[in-house]
């Protein structure tokens, strides 16, 4: 297996197990430490002290050339260095110190008056045990303890040696001057304030890698490779902060650490890992040593050996002459260095650094440390040799032998940073890219000094695969839908491991739980907003609209499968991202009331959440029963699902309400929905009524532990949830519980633990797919047809909301029917499962309901026990007359006093009209019979005739 980075541990030799056993060493040589100060501070004479294993030369005994001039009386300096990195010997270091420090032409004028003449050379052999033993041995010496320290080590030797020596206030005023790290905890001056470093900062490193990777070299996916030591876990955690600074960034598709000791099996594990999401560039955080096994790591593999090209940092300078090959040359380099400036081994040697050797001990990494080693006596040079004064020797500025050396007034690290792109052809005087950084507060300068040649050397790391956010809540039904859909992309990405070609792409998941309002959510959400291909879920309304900003912010094409409000419909402009794979709330709304019609149940009572989703989906349901004719007794809001909210809405319909038929569309949580059920075991009146619940309840009760127990609770009771005929589903299954799919599996369960659901994997029964995650199975076919058809059309999933097009513009039938996404993100069509939950025993199929069908309702199964006990269909109410006349009076007498007031009018108007056609008629009579003299004209008028035209 992979050596992979893990939550809370690493695998494959953790540097982790070995920290306890460091801080014991620590202990140990701090004790040793502690008594050889008390011995030296009562001696009157010093002694000659030593170890069994190591003995500490004198300061002339530590050269091999004498000083011309210096103070044999000046502080005492040490260099503690790893010697055995570099060709460089004690004699050749102490060579070039003595020249630069004997040469009156160097700018420096207090160097020789504040040291003595050389300085002690400790070679650790970069053993912890060694720097530890000398340091000791050193500061319990009153002739040798050191006034400045400087550190040329690894980051491990570096950090332990700090520690310790800050355990006593004695050794804790040492000056330390860090010419090789710059660990975060090694140099942050909250903790070691005596500290001066003089490489750039970690996470400068990473920030220039990121932008000039992704600016300059057309990388737009990269895997990082980490040494398993401090030096790697220092940049490592740096990543994502860098992520979210850069100007411009990679999707950083694979971090994995190498051990520095492995076998060859390792090493192809670490090369499977970092080109598993098809990144064609490396950035390699590693020793020289390690940078070489990966190389022949990549040769061995048949998918990466003529595709990866390797960034290496400065730890692996000494891989330089094997970066060999030009533009005008047939063999091109398999990798660069990316390195902060320095002086390479030729010219130390021409300005006369070491007149003996003549540079044939110095190569590229001891150049670099040398380089950082000058600069950092030229600080105490500029501070006029005040090493008492921080404040004075981080405000120096000058120009030295790693450039501009200069310190910002927040970190009180470097600035002024100039980093290279370099091969062997391309060195740090002639090199293909740099970036230079002047301050904090301005960005970053880049320049490709011939692009025509960076690009014919450096290999593309194109995109070719889809980060999939998938943010979900962690409750088991949630958990469920999220392994479902996780599976069917994974499994894709099983099916396409072994073809490499530029039209192959697989997806790149990664797992975060919101929790409940989506706080934890968008903490996790925001450091890798940037780099989404798409945001899948979040499954929950207020969770959605709280991730909103960040999707809008970074135009992060958003897939749901569980947010069916028609609020997010309805809102185009503040929602534009906000794409489905479940239907709107008018689809299962059109189901609920075909069903109340089918059954002649002409009255219902809608219960809802007291929130605008809430209040939404009311008004949805409530204009779908007026479709039907249907009667909406009343509608209740509430302010939460607690136990005590419902059973107070309960107690309020059961004391005045006459239907038996409730429908059921508030937000549960887990916890909630199974109160819910449970609450008929205390109301049991409950059971008189019938409960129409939507796929989010039914869900969140089959997917508890006591799932089918609860369901019986409440017998009569109706869910809705997506239809997915029997074959689809048994043959996903069939994949889903395959031996060939156990490492997939295990591998999704690490997954999902990492993003925050470890306990949800454990507890939850993720065993088989169900029907209730059909919308979120069908949202990962909508992916994989949309990121189909964008490869197809050569479309960079590197451009912001570039699949939103093609998620809007799905057509595919692969789980739950026909699931066409239209323009605005919505779904088109619908098929519903309806089943009922019988008297005894479990949930019963009785039919299905299809928007495109007509009729869209089809019941199946009519013979079945109601819970009335009877196969005989309840009626909408099971109160008594006397009840209902009674409840109707309590429930509005001033209507009904209205009602008759209206029929008493209703009533004289009906009798005025009628005593006035009564007496038209008898003044007609009279007329007719001449019993009033009027003239024929009149007649005619009065019975309403014209004249003759």
């Given at each position: 297996?992979?050596?992979?980075?893990?939550?809370?541990?690493?695998?494959?030799?953790?540097?982790?197990?070995?920290?306890?056993?460091?801080?014991?060493?620590?202990?140990?040589?701090?004790?040793?430490?502690?008594?050889?100060?008390?011995?030296?501070?009562?001696?009157?004479?010093?002694?000659?002290?030593?170890?069994?294993?190591?003995?500490?030369?004198?300061?002339?005994?530590?050269?091999?050339?004498?000083?011309?001039?210096?103070?044999?009386?000046?502080?005492?300096?040490?260099?503690?260095?790893?010697?055995?990195?570099?060709?460089?010997?004690?004699?050749?270091?102490?060579?070039?110190?003595?020249?630069?420090?004997?040469?009156?032409?160097?700018?420096?004028?207090?160097?020789?008056?504040?040291?003595?003449?050389?300085?002690?050379?400790?070679?650790?052999?970069?053993?912890?045990?060694?720097?530890?033993?000398?340091?000791?041995?050193?500061?319990?010496?009153?002739?040798?303890?050191?006034?400045?320290?400087?550190?040329?080590?690894?980051?491990?030797?570096?950090?332990?040696?700090?520690?310790?020596?800050?355990?006593?206030?004695?050794?804790?005023?040492?000056?330390?001057?860090?010419?090789?790290?710059?660990?975060?905890?090694?140099?942050?001056?909250?903790?070691?304030?005596?500290?001066?470093?003089?490489?750039?900062?970690?996470?400068?490193?990473?920030?220039?890698?990121?932008?000039?990777?992704?600016?300059?070299?057309?990388?737009?996916?990269?895997?990082?490779?980490?040494?398993?030591?401090?030096?790697?876990?220092?940049?490592?955690?740096?990543?994502?902060?860098?992520?979210?600074?850069?100007?411009?960034?990679?999707?950083?598709?694979?971090?994995?650490?190498?051990h520095g000791a492995a076998s060859t099996a390792d090493d192809d594990a670490v090369v499977a890992s970092l080109i598993k999401y098809r990144s064609r560039g490396v950035g390699c955080f590693l020793r020289e040593a390690e940078m070489r096994r990966l190389r022949a790591a990549v040769e061995r593999s048949s998918r990466a050996a003529s595709s990866v090209f390797l960034i290496g940092s400065r730890e692996s300078l000494n891989v330089l002459p094997?970066?060999?090959?030009?533009?005008?040359?047939?063999?091109?380099?398999?990798?660069?260095?990316?390195?902060?400036?320095?002086?390479?081994?030729?010219?130390?040697?021409?300005?006369?650094?070491?007149?003996?050797?003549?540079?044939?001990?110095?190569?590229?990494?001891?150049?670099?440390?040398?380089?950082?080693?000058?600069?950092?006596?030229?600080?105490?040079?500029?501070?006029?040799?005040?090493?008492?004064?921080?404040?004075?020797?981080?405000?120096?500025?000058?120009?030295?032998?790693?450039?501009?050396?200069?310190?910002?007034?927040?970190?009180?690290?470097?600035?002024?940073?100039?980093?290279?792109?370099?091969?062997?052809?391309?060195?740090?005087?002639?090199?293909?890219?740099?970036?230079?950084?002047?301050?904090?507060?301005?960005?970053?300068?880049?320049?490709?000094?011939?692009?025509?040649?960076?690009?014919?050397?450096?290999?593309?790391?194109?995109?070719?695969t889809a980060k999939i956010c998938m943010a979900s809540p962690s409750s088991c039904a949630f958990t469920q839908m999220m392994v479902s859909m996780l599976f069917v992309l994974t499994a894709y990405s099983k099916d396409v491991e072994d073809r490499d070609g530029d039209d192959v792409f697989n997806f790149y998941p990664v797992a975060l739980s919101t929790g409940a309002s989506g706080v934890m959510g968008l903490a996790s959400l925001i450091p890798?907003?940037?780099?989404?291909?798409?945001?899948?879920?979040?499954?929950?309304?207020?969770?959605?609209?709280?991730?909103?900003?960040?999707?809008?912010?970074?135009?992060?094409?958003?897939?749901?499968?569980?947010?069916?409000?028609?609020?997010?419909?309805?809102?185009?402009?503040?929602?534009?991202?906000?794409?489905?794979?479940?239907?709107?709330?008018?689809?299962?709304?059109?189901?609920?009331?075909?069903?109340?019609?089918?059954?002649?149940?002409?009255?219902?009572?809608?219960?809802?959440?007291?929130?605008?989703?809430?209040?939404?989906?009311?008004?949805?349901?409530?204009?779908?029963?007026?479709?039907?004719?249907?009667?909406?007794?009343?509608?209740?809001?509430?302010?939460?699902?607690?136990?005590?909210?419902?059973?107070?809405?309960?107690?309020?319909?059961?004391?005045?309400?006459?239907?038996?038929?409730?429908?059921?569309?508030?937000?549960?949580?887990?916890?909630?929905?199974?109160?819910?059920?449970?609450?008929?075991?205390?109301?049991?009146?409950?059971?008189?009524?019938?409960?129409?619940?939507?796929?989010?309840?039914?869900?969140?009760?089959?997917?508890?532990?006591?799932?089918?127990?609860?369901?019986?609770?409440?017998?009569?009771?109706?869910?809705?949830?997506?239809?997915?005929?029997?074959?689809?589903?048994?043959?996903?299954?069939?994949?889903?519980?395959?031996?060939?799919?156990?490492?997939?599996?295990?591998?999704?369960?690490?997954?999902?633990?990492?993003?925050?659901?470890?306990?949800?994997?454990?507890?939850?029964?993720?065993?088989?797919?169900?029907?209730?995650?059909?919308?979120?199975?069908?949202?990962?076919?909508?992916?994989?047809?949309?990121?189909?058809?964008?490869?197809?059309?050569?479309?960079?999933?590197?451009?912001?909301?570039?699949?939103?097009?093609?998620?809007?513009?799905?057509?595919?039938?692969?789980?739950?029917?026909?699931?066409?996404?239209?323009?605005?993100?919505?779904?088109?069509?619908?098929?519903?499962?309806?089943?009922?939950?019988?008297?005894?025993?479990?949930?019963?199929?009785?039919?299905?309901?299809?928007?495109?069908?007509?009729?869209?309702?089809?019941?199946?199964?009519?013979?079945?026990?109601?819970?009335?006990?009877?196969?005989?269909?309840?009626?909408?109410?099971?109160?008594?007359?006397?009840?209902?006349?009674?409840?109707?009076?309590?429930?509005?007498?001033?209507?009904?006093?209205?009602?008759?007031?209206?029929?008493?009018?209703?009533?004289?108007?009906?009798?005025?009209?009628?005593?006035?056609?009564?007496?038209?008629?008898?003044?007609?009579?009279?007329?007719?019979?001449?019993?009033?003299?009027?003239?024929?004209?009149?007649?005619?008028?009065?019975?309403?005739?014209?004249?003759?035209?």
């Open positions: 297996m992979a050596p992979q980075r893990e939550r809370g541990r690493r695998t494959l030799g953790s540097t982790q197990p070995r920290r306890p056993a460091v801080a014991l060493l620590a202990a140990a040589v701090f004790i040793v430490l502690a008594c050889g100060l008390t011995y030296a501070a009562s001696s009157a004479v010093a002694s000659d002290a030593a170890t069994e294993s190591v003995e500490v030369p004198s300061a002339s005994q530590s050269s091999s050339v004498t000083a011309a001039t210096g103070n044999s009386s000046g502080l005492v300096w040490v260099i503690l260095t790893d010697l055995s990195r570099t060709a460089m010997t004690e004699a050749s270091l102490s060579e070039a110190i003595t020249a630069f420090l004997t040469n009156t032409s160097w700018p420096h004028h207090h160097l020789t008056t504040l040291f003595r003449p050389a300085p002690i050379i400790l070679d650790t052999g970069g053993h912890l045990l060694t720097a530890l033993t000398q340091v000791a041995t050193l500061v319990s010496d009153p002739l040798t303890f050191p006034s400045v320290l400087f550190l040329a080590e690894t980051a491990a030797v570096s950090v332990s040696v700090v520690d310790v020596l800050r355990q006593n206030d004695t050794t804790s005023e040492i000056l330390i001057v860090s010419a090789h790290s710059s660990n975060t905890r090694l140099c942050d001056p909250n903790t070691n304030r005596r500290t001066l470093c003089m490489v750039p900062r970690d996470a400068v490193n990473m920030l220039g890698l990121l932008e000039v990777v992704s600016n300059q070299l057309g990388w737009h996916s990269m895997a990082l490779a980490f040494s398993n030591d401090e030096y790697g876990d220092g940049v490592s955690s740096a990543v994502m902060s860098q992520v979210q600074k850069a100007s411009t960034t990679p999707t950083v598709v694979a971090q994995t650490f190498m094997d970066l060999r090959g030009d533009i005008n040359t047939s063999a091109k380099p398999w990798g660069a260095v990316f390195v902060s400036a320095y002086t390479p081994p030729v010219e130390l040697v021409s300005q006369g650094f070491f007149p003996t050797t003549r540079g044939t001990a110095v190569d590229e990494y001891g150049a670099f440390v040398l380089s950082h080693l000058l600069d950092g006596l030229l600080t105490l040079d500029a501070a006029k040799g005040v090493i008492d004064d921080m404040s004075a020797l981080r405000a120096t500025r000058f120009s030295g032998y790693t450039g501009s050396v200069g310190f910002d007034s927040i970190y009180f690290q470097r600035v002024e940073t100039v980093f290279s792109l370099i091969t062997a052809s391309h060195t740090v005087r002639n090199p293909l890219v740099t970036w230079s950084l002047k301050n904090y507060s301005s960005d970053a300068v880049q320049v490709n000094w011939s692009p025509e040649v960076t690009s014919a050397l450096v290999s593309k790391s194109p995109l070719r890798m907003a940037r780099t989404c291909t798409v945001l899948t879920g979040p499954g929950s309304d207020p969770v959605a609209m709280a991730f909103t900003p960040v999707v809008n912010e970074f135009r992060i094409p958003q897939l749901d499968y569980a947010v069916s409000n028609d609020y997010f419909s309805d809102s185009p402009h503040t929602y534009p991202y906000f794409s489905r794979s479940l239907p709107t709330n008018t689809f299962a709304d059109g189901a609920v009331t075909q069903i109340c019609a089918h059954y002649g149940w002409e009255r219902v009572i809608i219960i809802t959440s007291n929130d605008q989703f809430g209040i939404s989906r009311a008004q949805s349901m409530l204009k779908a029963m007026q479709r039907q004719n249907l009667y909406v007794e009343a509608t209740y809001y509430l302010s939460d699902s607690n136990n005590d909210t419902v059973a107070d809405c309960m107690a309020k319909i059961y004391d005045k309400l006459v239907s038996r038929i409730i429908v059921v569309i508030a937000s549960f949580t887990e916890a909630q929905a199974e109160s819910f059920f449970s609450l008929s075991d205390h109301l049991t009146y409950m059971r008189l009524y019938i409960f129409f619940m939507d796929s989010a309840l039914c869900h969140a009760a089959a997917a508890s532990a006591t799932g089918a127990a609860l369901r019986q609770k409440l017998p009569s009771s109706i869910c809705i949830y997506p239809n997915v005929t029997t074959s689809r589903l048994a043959a996903l299954n069939a994949l889903y519980t395959s031996s060939d799919y156990a490492t997939t599996r295990q591998e999704m369960r690490k997954l999902m633990s990492d993003g925050g659901f470890l306990s949800s994997v454990e507890s939850c029964d993720t065993s088989s797919i169900t029907p209730y995650a059909g919308f979120a199975v069908d949202a990962a076919y909508v992916l994989i047809d949309s990121v189909s058809r964008a490869f197809a059309a050569n479309t960079s999933l590197s451009e912001a909301s570039a699949l939103l097009a093609y998620i809007r513009n799905t057509s595919i039938d692969k789980f739950t029917g026909d699931c066409t996404i239209d323009s605005t993100g919505n779904r088109l069509y619908a098929v519903y499962s309806i089943n009922i939950q019988l008297w005894s025993g479990g949930p019963l199929f009785i039919g299905t309901w299809n928007s495109k069908a007509l009729p869209a309702l089809d019941i199946t199964e009519s013979s079945f026990v109601w819970l009335t006990n009877s196969t005989v269909v309840p009626l909408d109410t099971f109160r008594d007359t006397s009840f209902v006349l009674g409840s109707a009076l309590s429930a509005s007498p001033g209507a009904i006093v209205i009602s008759v007031l209206g029929f008493i009018l209703t009533i004289a108007v009906f009798y005025f009209c009628y005593r006035h056609y009564r007496m038209q008629k008898l003044i007609e009579q009279a007329l007719e019979t001449n019993q009033f003299p009027v003239t024929d004209e009149e007649l005619r008028r009065l019975r309403g005739v014209g004249d003759d035209l």
